[in-house]
Nanobody, 126 residues
């Protein structure tokens, strides 16, 4: 079992930046691929980014590539999402998720992940 707690959300103007954190507790953090998803009102939860166990291997949704950076610190059991050049369409609840092992197939699907945080709200005003 892994418990995930997100933080760092808030209200920011378009063009601004936020850094989200997800602290994990429970089983060994380094065993998991860590992902970020988001969900806007009335929309399905969508993949944002993931980072595999070793760290350098990452994936991004096309809508955030070049603006968001995912990283992890296995010593601190924490994964981060640095969000730059934010747009109003980035608004939503951001969720941290964990999947056992290195995930390569179907990584954009929420069902691929075993554990979820409660989410943190990000609101980008125009």
């Amino acid at each position: 079992q892994v418990q995930l707690v997100e933080s760092g959300g808030g209200l920011v103007q378009a063009g601004g930046s936020l850094r989200l954190s997800c602290a994990a507790s429970g089983r060994t953090f380094s065993r998991y691929t860590m992902g970020w998803f988001r969900q806007a009102p009335g929309k399905e939860r969508e993949f944002v980014s993931l980072i595999r166990r070793s760290g350098p291997s990452t994936n991004y949704a096309g809508s955030v590539k070049g603006r968001f950076i995912i990283s992890r610190d296995n010593a601190k059991n924490t994964v981060y999402l640095q969000m730059n050049s934010l747009k109003p369409e980035d608004t939503g609840v951001y969720y941290c998720a964990a999947a056992e092992g290195d995930v390569y197939s179907d990584y954009v699907s929420p069902g691929r992940y075993h554990y979820w945080g409660q989410g943190t709200q990000v609101t980008v005003s125009s």
